[in-house]
């Protein structure tokens, strides 16, 4: 019986607690929830297995230079079976493997600019969020200052200490709340930034030696039709 009364208890507190806020905890719990639900999303989709798939690396990083359309077509299959980011990219090369190299290049570029869009899906969201909880905390701790002054304004020879402590009660609460939102924001902000950099580079040097290998018999091509 102590267990449910304690939980209860703590409960209420947390309750009591945010309904001491006033308003401004409205929009510090939407906050709250936002920044949460885009961190869980961001947390799954930005697992490596979803950006840079190991059989789509793998299969990449074993292509020899000058390999067969066989190799090609086993590689094609591969990439047009999978929606990771790597694969689209990918296809973009096999797609465009009649360009010349330097239009090829381009066209991935555009491709992996976009991919690297849809990879930081939510980010400038976290970024708002780490800038206004504090801004929102603060203002409602202006807000409590000045319910404690106006109370001092109105009855300079007050002694319920109750409308002061409430004052300061939202002053308090609500810049808690604030910095508490921010602070776990910032932090998962910078390490998907960071995260998202790293499996770009990667992404990129995986691409980069993919067409380097498919244009590879190409340029023997040139160069022995120079040679004679």
Known sequence: MTTPLLAASSFGSIVH???????????????SLTGAAIILLRWFALKRKNILPA?????????????????????????RGDTSPLARVAQVVLQHLQWP???????????????IMRMEA?????????????????????????????????????????GIARGISEALSTTVVGMAIAIPVLIAHSYFTK??????????????????????????????????
């Open 101 to 115: 190299k330097s239009e090829t290049i381009e066209a991935v570029q555009t491709r992996a600019r976009h991919e």
């Open 195 to 228: 995260k998202i950099e790293n499996m770009a580079a990667e992404m990129e040097s995986l691409i980069s030696d993919l067409i380097n290998k498919c244009y590879y018999r190409k340029s023997l091509s040139r160069q022995a039709a120079d040679t004679e």
């Open 122 to 162: 939510g980010m400038a969201v976290l970024e708002v969020i780490v800038g206004i909880a504090p801004l929102l905390g603060l203002l409602g701790a202006v807000s409590g200052l000045v319910t404690v002054f106006a109370e001092f304004g109105q009855n300079s020879n007050i002694n319920d200490p109750r």
């Open 17 to 31: 607690f945010f309904l001491q806020g006033g308003i401004f905890m409205i929009p510090l719990m939407l906050c």
């Open 55 to 79: 059989h789509v690396e793998s299969e990449i990083e074993d292509l020899q230079a000058g390999d067969d359309g066989e190799a090609l077509t086993r590689l094609s299959r591969i990439v």
